[in-house]
Structure formats: structure tokens, C-alpha cells
């Protein structure tokens, strides 16, 4: 029997939904007149989320074009055609931004093929929604959809104070986090690394000072692993706390839109790399001792800063493993990555994850409706630090300027390539991410993609 506070929070396993529900939830929207012969429309680029940067770039977009996958545009299928899509890394809220969520006065939105498809993993909530709908030339209610693509790991890095190496006996070389320790270091109520105690964590070395304060280095931009990490954190602790600029706030309060970049006041202000992206928070980690960030398990590895030549156990550089579950009042921890901190690329440890949708059930009612609320449990089988991201699409293009029937085309073709089991979602396995879970969510995302017409 599931329990009280899992039908509070909405938490089931990916894979269950009732018949009725999952008919209800299968048609997003009214599609408008029918698309264009498979791959016969234009190359299109989408923007945003960096965490989806190395899944578009280097799986995905290359294997539209290559994959034997009947859905894939490799010059065998439908009009033989090779439209290729080009994705630029920006960031989340940037993205959002660009189909017009939050726009400032002056600012447009732009939804040709330049701007044909927007990667999230800060998915719109319905006042964002409601922006971006309210862009269109003609009318038509429930067209934008929010679709989950992949599942990811959010990464929690560590550069050890000069001098210092750490182990524990969770993770020897490495140090292991319990959930009151991880929430406490972002909040700053623990600001010290001597206070970094769970299952033997200990720091040592030549001139190792364990009382060296923690810095914390987060994106400097509007991030859907900000987003995703925040939202965790509020299932440890949903108490309001000060924050930096002035006011009080909550970790769900600044989860998104332009509260997204505003952290709780600490002994140490919270330092930001110069530029967008992961990557860039990684390097900021990597040359600023003594400090903690985040970031995408895949992008993170990628800069080989943390694991294998750069980094990894028994450095000062690497990530840690976090709480997963207890056993008789003992935490157990798990690492972001089935293949722990190496060199090599695995993937996300988010298998048989459990997600939640705030109060209501998951997943939510429809592709079309909100997916901000979307997190995981503060208990789970594997890693817990896990979640979606999204690419947004329409079902009606023709209810946007500057659309046409060929890009709507091409977006549909890539989509439907991008969540085919044969295609994509094939394609995704050993690049540190996960596909997406069986059940519910695959079926409704293929739903989706199937949806998007002109």
C-alpha cells in the first residue's frame, strides 16, 4: 500500500498510471494541418539548457542523420532528405527567454528556424506557459508542450582546501554527504569543512586546515540544474531562511525564473563563474580551493576536472557520493554515475527513480500542463539527485510567427527520432544519461512529439 506521505507528494514509479488517465493524458492538444513527407523540410536550431548540450551535439543531432532508425532522417526514409539541427548552448532560462518567458519591454520573441525548439530542464511553470502562449498570432489554447527526453544526474563537485585530501568510509578518497549536510552547505549553515562529519568523513595532508570556509560556486546564469537541485533541497528542508541582496525566500520560492540565480545568505557569499554553463561552474570549481558546486553528471565528467587524469578519489578534486537511503538510522550513499568516479563514461545512476509532482500525481495530466513541479524523493533505490529535461515544442507552429510547415516538419521528425526506443533513446546509453524510464513518461513523450504539426 503506498503510503500516506507518498500520495501526498504525488509519488509514484514512473511505470504506473491507470488506463484512463494515460488515454486522457495521450492526445496534448489539437495538431493543425498535417505536416510536410518525413524529412523533407529544413535544417532548424534549437537553444537552451546546457545540460542537454552534449546529448543534442554529439548523439542525437549527428545521428539523425546516420542512424538506420526508420524515424531518422539518413537519406533513406520519406523524401530522402538530411535536414540537419543545430543546437546552441545557452542556458535554460535563456531559452525560455526566446520563446518569451519573462521578456523584458523591447524584447522579442523568435520562433523561425533559427529558434526552432527550445532544451529545458527548468520546465515552464504556467505563468511561463502562459507568456509564451500568449505570443501567438491566432488564438489556440494548449499548444505549447512540454516533453521529458532524457533523465540526468546532477553532480555535487568538491575542491578540497590546499593541502587537503579526504576520505570517509562510505567512499575512501572521496567524501559522502547526507541530505541535512548538502542542504546545510547551500544554505551556509554549514560553512565549514571540519563540519563535514557523515560516515568518517575526515580531511587530511601537510597544511590541510579543516577549518577553512566552504565557498560556494553556483551557475551564473538562469540553470536547470539549479533548478532541479533547489527543488531537492526543499524536500530536506522547506523552512525559509535570508537570502543574499535582502528579504527571506525558500528553496522552492527561488527554484525558477529570475529568482533562479538568488541563494540563502551565508558566512561567504556565493561566487559565479564569468560565463554560462556547467562547464563553467566546473572550471570555477577546479581553481578556486575550498569550494562546492554543481552541475550535469555528463558536462561535469566531460571536463575531466574531476574524474580520471584531473581529478577523482584520492585527489582534491572530484564528487561526491550522497545520501540515497538509511538502514536502522544509518545513511547509505550512492554515486551520480553507474560507474562511480572514473574517467570513462557510464550512466546516470537514476534507474527505477521515483518521481513526485509537488501535491498533485505524477506525472502531471497532460504534456501540456505544467511539469515544474517534477522532483524525485529524498529516499530512492539509487542516486537521488536525479531528474528530466525537456525540449519544448508546439502543436500548432501555424499559431506562431514566423512558422512554417516545413520547420513544424522537421521538429516532428527530430523528436519522434530523439524518444524512439530504436532511435534515441538508444543512442543516449553510455553518454552519462538515462534514457528515460518505461512506462507513462516514454509513451506520453512519444505522444507528444507525435503531436507537434503546423
Given at each position: 500500500?503506498?503510503?500516506?506521505?507518498?500520495?501526498?507528494?504525488?509519488?509514484?514509479?514512473?511505470?504506473?498510471?491507470?488506463?484512463?488517465?494515460?488515454?486522457?493524458?495521450?492526445?496534448?492538444?489539437?495538431?493543425?494541418?498535417?505536416l510536410g513527407e518525413q524529412c523533407s523540410g529544413p535544417s532548424v536550431t534549437g537553444q537552451g539548457a546546457s545540460v542537454e548540450k552534449i546529448a543534442q551535439d554529439s548523439v542525437w543531432a549527428p545521428a539523425f542523420n546516420t542512424s538506420s532508425?526508420?524515424?531518422?532522417?539518413?537519406?533513406?526514409?520519406?523524401?530522402?532528405?538530411?535536414?540537419?539541427?543545430?543546437?546552441?548552448?545557452?542556458?535554460?532560462?535563456?531559452?525560455?527567454?526566446?520563446?518569451?518567458?519573462?521578456?523584458?519591454?523591447?524584447e522579442k520573441a523568435l520562433f523561425d528556424v533559427t529558434n526552432a525548439f527550445i532544451g529545458t530542464s527548468e520546465a515552464p511553470n504556467s505563468s511561463q506557459i502562459a507568456e509564451i502562449e500568449a505570443q501567438q498570432t491566432t488564438s489556440t489554447p494548449k499548444t505549447l508542450e512540454t516533453i521529458p527526453v532524457?533523465?540526468?544526474?546532477?553532480?555535487?563537485?568538491?575542491?578540497?582546501?590546499?593541502?587537503?585530501?579526504?576520505?570517509?568510509?562510505a567512499a575512501p578518497g572521496r567524501l559522502v554527504l547526507n541530505n541535512a549536510t548538502l542542504e546545510g552547505i547551500f544554505q551556509g549553515t554549514i560553512s565549514t569543512w571540519s563540519q563535514i562529519t557523515d560516515d568518517g568523513d575526515k580531511l587530511s595532508g601537510a597544511g590541510c586546515n579543516a577549518e577553512t570556509p566552504i565557498t560556494r560556486v553556483v551557475r551564473q546564469d538562469q540553470a536547470g540544474?539549479?533548478?532541479?537541485?533547489?527543488?531537492?533541497?526543499?524536500?530536506?528542508?522547506?523552512?525559509?531562511?535570508?537570502?543574499?541582496?535582502?528579504?527571506?525566500?525558500?528553496?522552492?520560492?527561488?527554484?525558477e525564473g529570475t529568482l533562479n540565480t538568488t541563494w540563502p545568505k551565508g558566512p561567504v557569499a556565493v561566487?559565479?563563474?564569468?560565463?554560462?554553463g556547467d562547464a563553467e561552474e566546473a572550471a570555477k570549481v577546479s581553481t578556486t580551493p575550498g569550494s562546492i558546486g554543481y552541475g550535469n553528471l555528463a558536462e561535469i565528467r566531460s571536463t575531466n576536472?574531476?574524474?580520471?587524469?584531473?581529478?577523482?578519489?584520492?585527489?582534491?578534486?572530484?564528487?561526491?557520493?550522497?545520501?540515497?537511503?538509511?538502514?536502522?538510522?544509518?545513511?547509505?550513499?550512492?554515486?551520480?554515475?553507474?560507474?562511480?568516479?572514473a574517467a570513462e563514461v557510464g550512466n546516470a545512476n537514476c534507474k527505477n527513480?521515483?518521481?513526485?509532482?509537488?501535491?498533485?500525481?505524477?506525472?502531471?495530466?497532460?504534456?501540456?500542463?505544467?511539469?515544474?513541479?517534477?522532483?524525485?524523493?529524498?529516499?530512492?533505490?539509487?542516486?537521488?539527485?536525479?531528474?528530466?529535461?525537456?525540449?519544448?515544442?508546439?502543436?500548432?507552429?501555424?499559431?506562431?510567427?514566423?512558422?512554417?510547415q516545413a520547420e513544424?516538419?522537421?521538429?516532428?521528425?527530430?523528436?519522434?527520432?530523439?524518444?524512439?526506443k530504436k532511435g534515441g533513446q538508444k543512442e543516449i546509453t553510455n553518454h552519462d544519461y538515462l534514457a528515460l524510464p518505461k512506462g507513462t513518461v516514454d509513451t506520453e513523450a512519444v505522444a507528444g512529439a507525435a503531436a507537434i504539426g503546423f
Open positions: 500500500m503506498m503510503s500516506r506521505f507518498a500520495r501526498r507528494r504525488g509519488l509514484l514509479p514512473a511505470c504506473i498510471l491507470s488506463a484512463g488517465a494515460l488515454v486522457a493524458m495521450a492526445a496534448p492538444g489539437t495538431a493543425g494541418a498535417s532508425d526508420k524515424l531518422a532522417c539518413n537519406g533513406k526514409t520519406g523524401s530522402k532528405g538530411e535536414p540537419v539541427i543545430t543546437y546552441t548552448s545557452t542556458g535554460s532560462g535563456a531559452g525560455l527567454k526566446s520563446w518569451g518567458a519573462e521578456l523584458k519591454e523591447g532524457v533523465q540526468l544526474a546532477i553532480a555535487v563537485i568538491v575542491n578540497l582546501p590546499s593541502g587537503c585530501t579526504a576520505t570517509s568510509t540544474t539549479t533548478h532541479i537541485l533547489k527543488r531537492y533541497l526543499d524536500l530536506v528542508s522547506n523552512e525559509s531562511f535570508e537570502l543574499e541582496g535582502g528579504g527571506t525566500g525558500t528553496w522552492n520560492g527561488i527554484s561566487v559565479k563563474p564569468k560565463s554560462k576536472l574531476f574524474s580520471g587524469s584531473g581529478g577523482g578519489p584520492t585527489t582534491a578534486r572530484f564528487w561526491v557520493e550522497l545520501q540515497h537511503s538509511s538502514k536502522k538510522g544509518k545513511a547509505t550513499y550512492s554515486d551520480p554515475s553507474t560507474n562511480g568516479d527513480t521515483a518521481y513526485t509532482n509537488g501535491v498533485g500525481s505524477f506525472p502531471p495530466p497532460a504534456i501540456t500542463a505544467p511539469w515544474n513541479e517534477v522532483t524525485t524523493e529524498t529516499t530512492e533505490k539509487e542516486y537521488t539527485l536525479c531528474g528530466f529535461t525537456y525540449v519544448l515544442a508546439f502543436t500548432t507552429y501555424s499559431a506562431y510567427p514566423g512558422t512554417t513544424a516538419t522537421t521538429v516532428n521528425n527530430y523528436l519522434r527520432f530523439v524518444l524512439d
